[in-house]
């Protein structure tokens, strides 16, 4: 059974940083895009940043750009959300995905595994 654990999440201060990580098991992921998404109350889910399947290509939503770094660790089968400068606006949760495309993208219907999801709570 293919499953998708993130962790990291918690309450900071504005200007703090979170590391999230997004470990899978079940089947490898290397080669294969990954993305984390977020979900705010009252908001739709928001895509965040997706890395493809060999790291060497990323892409950001406008939102996070300068601020947020993806990345990931094949031997691991984990991606990681690197977080800086956070806003209250951060404030979500934040959901790790994965695909069978080498390539992702901002879509979240092409993403076919999904994390349960952890929380991200940023304080003014």
């Known amino acids: 059974q293919v499953q998708l654990v993130e962790s990291g999440g918690g309450l900071v201060q504005a200007g703090g940083s979170l590391r999230l990580s997004c470990a899978a098991s079940?089947?490898?992921?290397?080669?294969?895009?990954m993305a984390w998404f977020r979900h705010a109350p009252g908001r739709e889910r928001e895509f965040v940043a997706v890395?493809?399947?060999?790291?060497?290509?990323?892409y950001y939503a406008d939102s996070v750009k300068g601020r947020f770094t993806i990345s990931r660790d094949n031997a691991k089968n984990t991606q990681y959300l690197q977080m800086n400068s956070l806003e209250p606006e951060d404030t979500a949760v934040y959901y790790c995905?994965?695909?069978?495309?080498?390539?992702?993208?901002?879509?979240?219907?092409?993403?076919?595994?999904w994390g349960q999801g952890t929380q991200v709570t940023v304080s003014s």
């Open positions: 995905a994965a695909s069978d495309l080498v390539f992702g993208s901002k879509d979240a219907g092409g993403y076919a595994y």
């Open positions: 079940g089947r490898t992921f290397s080669g294969k895009a």
């Open positions: 890395i493809s399947g060999t790291g060497r290509t990323t």
